[in-house]
């Protein structure tokens, strides 16, 4: 029998974090990345290679990600004199939540029963102002931890699995026996489910309630109890669908609005995957900043992983 949202509720109670960091608290699970946790990451830098984890944002994207980008060149080269200076400039306008954008989602951007994190009602974001609470403001001086890569795809196929379906906790902790590594607290865990394998089965164009890879909501309880401090994703955490009866994406509801978990949605990780294979070490520096948008409920991000 397929859960339901009664399922959801239990978990959002047993892995709530609410009242942990103090009452006042908007930071939620970033209080696990500390002074000393950004200096250990920094020692992971061997290489120096970068890579980055973004996807390319633009007005000609797949049409099944929903609203695209709009960009308008409000000058040009078109215009440019044939002597002296010219200049180019574009105006861009962006709904980055949703299937299509890298992007960070703020503690203001899920409620359960009209509470935010920590307790927070609902109504502290509002129509007019934004959120003026759980702001991904909050997160203005960047985020930087040890990185790990959890390569479901490539665990399977080692495993000798042909499964594609939805990821469970005991695959991700398969994956960090195949590969070797562990999962330590405040760390920033990247979970590559498939969505850009070509083995992967992909939503028709102008289908976006179709299939895509992700998460079970099980997970969160894996990741809670590693003390992780961010979760990303190449796909929204969440698998589509979710196996969670009336609720889309159960994920991202117990782990903005109970455990205060930031997540990072449609992260391209294959290039990552790629050198962390060939390498064959799985974690790196993660850096990434956020737009500084007032009472903003997330931020578009290009991530980097220095090897």
Known sequence: MMADSDYVAGLIDSL????????????????????ATRRDAALLVRDGEAIGLGRTLSPRDRPEFGSPMLHFMTQSGDAAPAEGQ????DWIGLEFHGY???????????????????????????????ATAGSVEIAKDGIMGRGVLLDVPRTRKALGSDRIGIVQPDELTACCREQGCEVRQGDIVLVRAGRDDDTVPRPAEGEPGSARPGMYVDCVRW?????????GSDGVNDAR?????GVVTPIHAVAISAMGLWLIDNLYLEDLAARCAEAGRWEFCFMMTVLRIKNGTGSPVNPVAIL
Do not use: C, K
Request: no cysteine; proline share 4%; aromatic share 8%.
């Open 223 to 231: 990741i809670h109890e590693r003390a992780v401090s961010v979760l």
């Open 241 to 245: 669908p979710s196996g969670i009866a």
């Open 16 to 35: 709530s974090n609410w009242g942990r960091w103090g009452p006042d608290d908007q930071l939620g699970t970033l209080n696990y990345l500390t002074a």
């Open 86 to 89: 010219g200049l180019a400039s």
């Open 100 to 130: 299509g954008t890298t992007h960070l989602d703020a503690l203001s951007h899920v409620f359960w029963n009209r509470r935010m994190y920590n307790g927070i009602p609902a109504g502290r974001v509002d129509g007019r102002r934004g």
